[in-house]
């Protein structure tokens, strides 16, 4: 019975993974990012609230790790000023699962007061909301839904969010030809780092 259940969760999440919407629109933001990162030597400045700053978090760090640079920039200690870390050439990834969170609306407004042209990724799962409309790039989850019994518990969502970020830190390290030897440098200790210098197995 119970593993029947986990069966039914895991497939419902897997076909969450497999409906992601695959229209182009991420060439185009990373088309953005090497323009606006890897030419102009900006940064990503990645932000989400909750759940979806979790996963931010993660991206960021992956990112910065695999030739990237980028930031977590917590969406209310940007109102206490954080918010400076932002300059001109840098990339806002902002991530809300409905599209509305306010602290990430008013990130938007804020980021925009300070540097008219910042450019703006928005990671979502609703492709009809204020952020979707503030961004330059939409890359949309496809609004699954939770397998949470309740319809409301961040599971589903953040699961794709994460597959998404995966591909983007991907798709950036085949743009920019990043290497074994350049994963090294970025990453000195641990077993990752003995492995990218080819001193384990």
């Known amino acids: 019975m119970i593993k029947d259940k986990i069966r039914d969760l895991i497939s419902r999440e897997?076909?969450?993974?497999?409906?992601?919407?695959?229209?182009?629109?991420?060439?185009?933001?990373?088309?953005?990012?090497?323009?606006?990162?890897?030419?102009k030597r900006g940064k990503m400045v990645i932000s989400g609230m909750g759940k979806a700053g979790q996963i931010g978090?993660?991206?960021?760090?992956?990112?910065s790790s695999t030739g990237?640079?980028?930031?977590?920039?917590?969406?209310?200690e940007a109102q206490h000023g954080?918010?400076?870390?932002?300059?001109?050439?840098?990339?806002?990834?902002?991530?809300?699962n409905s599209g509305k969170t306010r602290e990430i609306?008013?990130?938007?407004?804020?980021?925009?007061?300070?540097?008219?042209?910042?450019?703006?990724?928005?990671?979502?799962?609703?492709?009809n909301s204020e952020l979707a409309s503030e961004a330059d790039h939409l890359l949309y989850t496809g609004g699954p839904q939770e397998i949470c019994p309740l319809g409301l518990t961040p599971t589903t969502s953040t699961t794709v969010m994460t597959v998404v970020g995966d591909v983007l830190v991907v798709l950036l390290m085949?743009?920019?030809?990043?290497?074994?030897e350049d994963y090294a440098k970025r990453h000195h200790s641990g077993y990752l780092g003995s492995k990218a210098r080819n001193e384990t197995n």
Request: hydrophobic share 45%; proline share 5%; net charge negative.
């Open 82 to 96: 954080d918010l400076g870390m932002i300059q001109e050439n840098d990339v806002l990834l902002l991530i809300s």
């Open 68 to 76: 990237t640079p980028a930031v977590f920039l917590h969406p209310s």
């Open 14 to 39: 897997i076909e969450a993974i497999k409906n992601i919407p695959i229209d182009g629109t991420i060439g185009g933001a990373i088309d953005l990012i090497y323009q606006q990162v890897h030419q």
């Open 174 to 180: 085949e743009k920019i030809g990043f290497s074994r």
């Open 105 to 127: 609306l008013e990130l938007v407004h804020l980021a925009k007061n300070l540097h008219p042209g910042l450019k703006i990724i928005a990671l979502s799962g609703s492709n």
């Open 57 to 63: 978090i993660n991206i960021a760090t992956t990112l």
